[in-house]
């Protein structure tokens, strides 16, 4: 069955430094998503992807955050200089067509120290 | 504004029962409402869906329930099993935009043996 992939799955970092967050959504969707979870909180949304530009964004998502798909197969979360507070599980999602199923990746845990 | 939430942080039953997670939703315009199970170190993962012109939607041992006269979702489990024990969020979306994910703050199930 066709999954969502997520690399690295632990990612540590220092206070200040760029962190790439990468996914492989299922390859034949065409919207993509961002979300993270703060430990012990609920999932928060960041940024939606569709047509090779952003379609939403959360207040989360400031200039420090930034998509792209480089290539037909990735889709990358930069934070350009991370902070403390970054520190979360990132989740990928993507979902094949508007009213379909949104599907999750396994995560990357970044750890800003 | 956006607002899920979920009555019960912990709910721990015995292997056999039925359970009941219970969600409440501010934003009466939602019209598409989900459960995700999470487990330990996974990304959330879709169990059940109803949309707003529902009001109960069964699958395989799981039904959900939606009210929206009191903008109440719940998700029935039967016959619980110890591979039922995960966190389990509620989720809304609006059907605007690009269809983001506003999830609730999540129920822990423990089902002992």
């Known amino acids: 069955e066709p999954e969502v992939t997520q690399t690295p799955s632990h990612q540590v970092t220092q206070m200040g430094q760029e962190v790439i967050l990468r996914c492989v959504p299922i390859s034949n969707h065409l919207y993509f998503y961002w979300y993270r979870q703060i430990l012990g909180q609920k999932v928060e949304f960041l940024v939606s992807f569709y047509n090779n530009e952003i379609s939403e964004k959360s207040e989360i998502f400031d200039d420090q955050f930034s998509v792209e798909r480089p290539d037909g197969s990735n889709f990358t979360l930069k934070i350009r200089s991370t902070k403390l507070e970054d520190s979360a599980m990132y989740f990928c999602a993507s979902r094949r067509d508007r009213q379909g199923e949104q599907y999750f990746g396994p995560g990357t845990r970044l750890t800003v120290t | 504004g956006e607002s899920v939430g979920l009555h019960l942080p912990t709910l721990s039953v015995q292997e056999g029962d039925n359970s009941i997670i219970n969600c409440a939703y501010s934003n009466s315009a939602s019209d598409y409402f989900i459960w995700y199970k999470q487990e330990s170190g996974k990304g959330p993962q879709f169990i059940i869906d109803i949309r707003s012109n529902m009001d109960k939607r069964q699958g395989q041992r799981v039904t959900v329930l939606l009210n929206k006269t009191v903008k109440h979702l719940s998700l029935q489990i039967a016959a619980t099993q110890p591979g039922d024990s995960a966190v389990y969020f509620c989720?809304?979306?609006?059907?605007?935009?690009?269809?983001?994910?506003?999830f609730g703050t999540g129920t822990r199930l423990l089902v002992s043996p």
């Open positions: 989720a809304e979306i609006l059907n605007t935009g690009f269809q983001k994910l506003v």
